[in-house]
Every structure is written in C-alpha cells, then in structure tokens.
C-alpha cells in the first residue's frame, strides 16, 4: 500500500514537471510572437546608454580570447573594439561559449555576438547575420603515418574527432551518418585524443586544423577543404534592423581603409601565416566567389 | 623537470586573475550556503509537521530541483526569466538563485532526516519533564541533530562550490573559465600549461575546502 502511494507521488510530481516545463516554453513562445516589447535595443537606446554588450569568445585563441594583463584580444575583439569606437560607446564584453551563442541573442542580453559565429540556415532562422568578415571550410588533419584525403578512405573501424557543438559536427552527421564519431567539449581533450591516436583524424573548422599542422610535426591537413564554403559574420537578435544595418553599412565603409586586412596581420597571421590572408579574409562584405552580391544565405545550398 | 607551464601562470596578471575568479566562486557558493542553512533548517523542520498538502509541495520542490541538473536550472533562470517576464539578471544573481534553491532544497532533506533519527523517547521524555513544543527542539532535539548534521553539511557545501565551476555557461567568469582562457591563450606557446594551471586551481580549491573540514572535524569533535 505503502509502495503504492510512493509510485503514485512520483507519477504525479512527474506528470506536473512536464506540464510547468511545457508552460514555460509555449508562454516564451508567445512572447516571442507577439514582440510587442522586443527583447533587443534600438541602435539609437544603445547610443543613448552608452554602452554595448557584444558576445565574444574569452577562450578561442586567436579570435577571441583574454591575454594575461585580463584584455579581450583577437580577429573578433579587434573588430568588436572598432565598433565601439565608431558608435562612440563603451564596450561590455560578455564571455560566450558555443551552445549559448543564439540564447544570448533571443533574450537579447547581448547586442551582437562576434564569436566566430559561422553563418548557417538554421541559425538564420533564429538570429539575424550582418555581412560576412571572414571564410571559413572545414579541414581534415591526420598523422603523417596515414594522410587522409578523401573520407572514403575511413575504414569501418576508424573514428574521427570532432569538437560538441561545431559546424564539422553538423557536417559530418548531416553528410556522412556512417562515420563514427568522437566527441569532445574542449580542443585541448581533441587534441590528445590525436595526438594519443585515439582516432584516425580531427575535423574541425579549415584554419583550426591548418594552425594545429603547422605548429605540430608529423600530421598533416589532408583535406583542407569539405563540404561548403561558409562565411563568419557579426550576428544580432531577430528584428534588430537598425542595429543590423549599421553595422552592414561600417563593414562596407571599412573596406575603404582595408580593415579586416589589417585585423588578420594584427591577430591571426602568427598563427595562420600569411599566405592564407586573401583565403580567409573577407572585406567589405564581399566574398571572392560571389562579388558584388551582398546576400549570402545562398551561398550554403551549393 | 618536465614542463609543466607553470611559467605562464606568473605571467602578466594570471595567478591574479585566478585568485579573482576564485573570489567570485566562493562569493557566489558563500552567499547561496547562507540561504541554504537558514531557509533550508526552517524548511526541514516544517518537514516534520504532519500536514499532507504541505508535505507534498516540499516534497514536491525537492524533486523538482533533485531531478532537474544544475546546469538546466542555470539555463532556465539565467535565459528563461528574460524570456517569460523579461527579468534581466546578471549571471552572478542568477547563479546565486539558482544556488540558494538548490542548497534550501538539499538542506531541507539533511535536516529533516537529522530530526526524524533522534528517536521518539528524546520527544516524549522532553515532554515529560514539561517542556514547551518550541522547548524540546531548542534545547533537546536541534543540539543533538546539528550534530549529526555537520557532516552532511560539509559534504553539500564543498559540493556547492566545486559545481560552481558550471556558471561558466551564463558568462559569470569564475576560476575554472580563467583558467580555461589561460591555458587557451597560451595554446601554441605552451602547450603543456594545462598541467600547470589546473595544478593552481586543484591547490586553490583544496586551500579553500581543507579548512572548512577542518573546522567541521573540531565542530564535532566539541558538540560530541
């Protein structure tokens, strides 16, 4: 009897979770519909406030990360930072990690994430992406042992390492559901897990991949490009048009004084080198392969 | 000597830095503790009265919260709030609310299970002798359930400020993300410096834990 009321107790305090938790959620949907009070800031409150939140990486080396004086530094900090400069605001930097970029963005406690956020359909649905300032592909590495250049050569038994959460992630489950996966939430435990041979090789995004087989003897990038070409851009919550279009409007200013040239001698070419520079770099907006066309949603449908 | 990169963490400010985002995980596991005892004895001893409804709403707010991990709770106070009813909490306040539900709702069950293992006879002899209801738990039951108590009390709050480690996810930067900024901001220089700073931040836990059992070891020790 006993025993009973205990199961029926339990049933109960289940079924009335799953009732608060599905209240939740259609309630924030509604809110979300009806936008009556957006959840973002105008260009013109933040002006007013004299402040802008921005997203940034503090543990992505060289994008976005905190050197030891406590400064946020990188590609992305570095165009964060002009931004500041150009709205005459200060800057609230706010560390962001991969899984909560968009959650930022859709409770607008940030006003831009400038986290190498690389550019997808389904994440466009949710936020909205200003032009592109950056390429990016995804690379392959693999010891020089066993140099893999296509991923048909992945035997049945092989794994290959990815980072939770990245765009190589997406890409391998969407694209080839037969490849075995492993799994890390940081760089460093992917990079023993290589370096330990627990996998035939890493994938990851190309200029991760291109940095690792520089600085490491013995493996090499066999495939420095899968799959399409994807593009880094600014992100800003859903709706936020005016936000939107001024930053659009400095990134195609800055094209004048070569910017994002200049940001990537600054903070990614001791990493990358230099001849990747017109590979990666993306100035005024325009990507090389589609000049003069600002829109670039399209271009991940090739 | 291997290189452990023990270099980097006297570099610029770090082992500074460190010591800043120990401050704000002890400030925010401090405060939550502080709630926790208060709202979780009084939580505990409301436990004991034998009223249905009430039983079954605390008992109803400890699975919720046992059941739910950190994390989501986290999410759903830090993301949620601003969602339903457009709160903008800071991460810090956040992370404290989400402590100090957590911390009310384990205490509330510690302190209850220390009441119901002083056996009946303390009440009824308590009683006996013509204390007053609040007299018995003053004087007869709480010194005696405090002390079994401590322990289970130690072991939640050095629990509560190694989980601190996850506010990392609502952008609170506490010791664990500065050493993770640490280690990834001298990648390519010194690759090893993982062993080194997560060596510091293994030392500045246990600097901070090892007293607080200390302290309960002579609590016990005096109380027993």
């Given at each position: 009897?006993?025993?009973?009321?205990?199961?029926?107790?339990?049933?109960?305090?289940?079924?009335?979770?799953?009732?608060?938790?599905?209240?939740?959620?259609?309630?924030?949907?509604?809110?979300?519909?009806?936008?009556?009070?957006a959840?973002?800031?105008?260009?013109?409150?933040?002006?007013?406030?004299?402040?802008?939140?921005?997203?940034?990486?503090?543990?992505?080396?060289?994008?976005?990360?905190v050197?030891?004086?406590?400064?946020?530094?990188?590609?992305?900090?570095?165009?964060?930072?002009?931004?500041?400069?150009?709205?005459?605001?200060?800057?609230n930097?706010?560390?962001?990690?991969?899984?909560?970029?968009?959650?930022?963005?859709?409770?607008?406690?940030?006003?831009?994430?400038?986290?190498?956020?690389?550019?997808?359909?389904?994440?466009?649905?949710?936020?909205?992406?200003?032009?592109?300032?950056?390429?990016v592909?995804?690379?392959?590495?693999?010891?020089?042992?066993?140099?893999?250049?296509?991923?048909?050569?992945l035997?049945?038994?092989d794994?290959?390492?990815?980072?939770?959460?990245?765009?190589?992630?997406?890409?391998?489950?969407?694209?080839?559901?037969?490849?075995?996966?492993?799994?890390?939430?940081?760089?460093?435990?992917?990079?023993?897990?290589?370096?330990?041979?627990?996998?035939?090789?890493?994938?990851?995004?190309?200029?991760?991949?291109?940095?690792?087989?520089?600085?490491?003897?013995?493996?090499?990038?066999?495939?420095?490009?899968?799959?399409?070409?994807?593009?880094?851009?600014?992100?800003v919550?859903?709706?936020?048009?005016?936000?939107?279009?001024?930053?659009?409007?400095?990134?195609?200013?800055?094209?004048?004084?070569?910017f994002?040239?200049?940001?990537?001698?600054?903070?990614?070419?001791?990493?990358?080198?230099?001849?990747?520079?017109?590979?990666?770099?993306?100035?005024?907006?325009?990507?090389?392969?589609k000049?003069?066309?600002?829109?670039?949603?399209?271009?991940?449908?090739? | 000597?291997?290189?452990?990169?023990?270099?980097?963490?006297?570099?610029?400010?770090?082992?500074?830095?460190?010591l800043?985002?120990?401050?704000?995980?002890?400030?925010?596991?401090?405060?939550?503790?502080?709630?926790?005892?208060?709202?979780?004895?009084?939580?505990?001893?409301?436990?004991?009265?034998?009223?249905?409804?009430?039983k079954?709403?605390?008992?109803?707010?400890?699975?919720?919260?046992?059941?739910?991990?950190?994390?989501?709770?986290?999410?759903?106070?830090?993301?949620?709030?601003?969602r339903?009813?457009?709160?903008?909490?800071?991460?810090?306040?956040?992370?404290?609310?989400?402590?100090?539900l957590?911390g009310?709702?384990?205490?509330?069950?510690?302190?209850?299970?220390?009441?119901?293992?002083?056996?009946?006879?303390?009440?009824?002899?308590?009683?006996?002798?013509?204390?007053?209801?609040?007299?018995?738990?003053?004087?007869?039951?709480?010194?005696?359930?405090?002390?079994?108590?401590?322990?289970?009390?130690?072991?939640?709050?050095?629990?509560?400020?190694?989980?601190?480690?996850?506010?990392?996810?609502?952008?609170?930067?506490?010791?664990l993300?500065?050493?993770?900024?640490?280690?990834e901001?001298?990648?390519?220089?010194?690759?090893?410096?993982?062993?080194?700073?997560?060596?510091?931040?293994?030392?500045?836990?246990?600097?901070?834990?090892w007293?607080?059992?200390?302290?309960?070891?002579?609590?016990?020790?005096?109380?027993?």
């Amino acid at each position: 009897m006993k025993k009973l009321k205990t199961i029926f107790t339990l049933i109960l305090t289940f079924t009335l979770v799953l009732s608060l938790g599905s209240c939740g959620e259609s309630s924030g949907k509604d809110t979300s519909n009806s936008s009556s009070s957006a959840v973002y800031r105008t260009l013109d409150e933040i002006k007013k406030s004299g402040k802008i939140n921005i997203g940034v990486f503090s543990d992505k080396n060289p994008f976005g990360y905190v050197d030891e004086s406590g400064e946020y530094q990188g590609y992305d900090v570095y165009f964060a930072r002009r931004i500041g400069k150009d709205l005459g605001v200060d800057i609230n930097f706010v560390s962001t990690e991969a899984a909560n970029r968009v959650e930022y963005l859709e409770t607008g406690k940030v006003d831009i994430i400038l986290a190498n956020f690389t550019v997808t359909d389904e994440r466009a649905q949710k936020v909205d992406f200003a032009l592109p300032y950056m390429n990016v592909s995804l690379g392959v590495v693999s010891p020089d042992s066993r140099v893999i250049t296509d991923l048909s050569q992945l035997g049945a038994n092989d794994e290959v390492i990815v980072i939770s959460g990245t765009t190589a992630e997406d890409y391998l489950i969407k694209n080839y559901p037969n490849i075995k996966l492993q799994k890390y939430d940081a760089y460093a435990n992917a990079k023993n897990a290589l370096e330990n041979g627990n996998a035939a090789a890493w994938a990851n995004d190309n200029t991760e991949v291109l940095a690792y087989a520089l600085q490491n003897k013995g493996y090499k990038v066999g495939i420095p490009s899968l799959g399409s070409q994807d593009t880094i851009a600014p992100a800003v919550s859903k709706g936020n048009e005016t936000l939107l279009k001024w930053i659009n409007d400095e990134i195609r200013s800055l094209a004048s004084e070569n910017f994002f040239h200049k940001d990537y001698e600054e903070t990614l070419a001791d990493t990358y080198g230099k001849e990747h520079e017109e590979k990666l770099v993306v100035e005024g907006g325009v990507t090389s392969d589609k000049k003069g066309d600002p829109d670039v949603s399209d271009s991940s449908s090739s | 000597m291997a290189d452990l990169g023990l270099d980097v963490l006297f570099k610029g400010r770090n082992f500074i830095r460190l010591l800043e985002g120990l401050g704000v995980a002890l400030r925010i596991s401090l405060i939550a503790i502080l709630i926790s005892i208060v709202f979780g004895t009084l939580l505990g001893i409301l436990r004991q009265r034998e009223n249905l409804l009430l039983k079954f709403i605390m008992r109803l707010y400890l699975e919720v919260i046992r059941i739910l991990p950190q994390l989501v709770l986290l999410f759903i106070v830090y993301f949620g709030t601003t969602r339903s009813f457009g709160w903008d909490l800071s991460g810090e306040a956040a992370s404290i609310i989400v402590f100090a539900l957590w911390g009310t709702a384990e205490m509330s069950d510690l302190v209850r299970g220390a009441l119901t293992s002083i056996s009946v006879h303390q009440y009824e002899s308590a009683a006996a002798l013509g204390l007053s209801g609040a007299h018995i738990y003053l004087y007869v039951i709480l010194p005696q359930a405090v002390r079994r108590l401590i322990p289970l009390l130690i072991n939640l709050v050095t629990r509560m400020i190694k989980t601190t480690s996850l506010v990392l996810m609502i952008g609170v930067v506490e010791i664990l993300k500065v050493s993770q900024q640490i280690i990834e901001a001298n990648r390519m220089k010194s690759p090893n410096a993982a062993f080194g700073v997560y060596l510091a931040v293994f030392v500045l836990y246990f600097i901070v834990c090892w007293p607080i059992s200390m302290l309960a070891r002579k609590l016990e020790k005096r109380w027993g």
